[in-house]
């Protein structure tokens, strides 16, 4: 009871010392995020998986409110990929559960603080509940012109470019594109994210250095930030830190330094 009459202050203290380090002429525009480490998490706290899933969604709801806060333009999340499907389907109806839960709970504060929900993935191979709740919430959300939340559902980078590449050969099948004309904007046009501009900051959790089949296209020149933190220990302060670290990162694009 002592240490968190503490430790909320001091949280909140060390939150305010890295806001004022902020520099706000250099926020990143889109900020992608893998939320691993949910399920160590419970398993060092001795407590099931889904308790884990369960505390990643209140960091999910934290750092969205950072996110409106800093007026960000994009976040984009990794939920469920499409080889999450492998787990055990009382593990995938956890997730699929707290995906409607998180919706229906979270939406009217989402629709008043002007954010677009934006699910990406083969998100018509979801079970019924969390298609209604997207649905619902896509609809309701729709015409927001603030933060634009991608939810990655179902979703897979090389999926997402198999579609893409699908699209695209419909078109030239129909004889609406020329081959010829082709280009990395067409491809762009083609991607779930179209019209969104490419992560800046890429945020891996739990300490793994992997990709994982996301955004595989986006990523191209994206700056990455790993840490060890479990996602449901990802709070406020850390996606500061993140931020902070990142505006002292030279982005080059394959160009040369300036000087
Ligand atoms: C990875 O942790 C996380 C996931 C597969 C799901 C992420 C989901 C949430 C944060 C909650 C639900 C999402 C929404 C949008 C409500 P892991 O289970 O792979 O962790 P581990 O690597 O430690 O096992």
Redesign the pocket.
Known sequence: MKESNFAVPDIKEKENELKKKLDHSGLPCHIAI????????A?QKGMP?AE???A??E??REIVRLCVELHIKVLT?????SE?WK?PQE?VNV?MD??V???YNEMRELHENNVRINPIGRIDRLPESAGMALQASVNKTSGNKGLVLN?A?NYGGRLELVDAARKIAKKVKEGKLDPESINEETLADHLYTVGLPDPDLLIRP?G?FRVSNFLLWQLAYTEFWLTSV??PDFKKVTLLQAIIDFQHRERRFGGLIHS
């Open positions: 893998i939320m691993d480490g949910n399920g160590r998490w398993m998986r884990g899933h369960r990643g969604v960091s999910l999340v990794y939920a469920f990929s999450n787990r593990e997730l707290l995906l839960e998180y919706l939810i559902l739990a793994d479990m996602w």
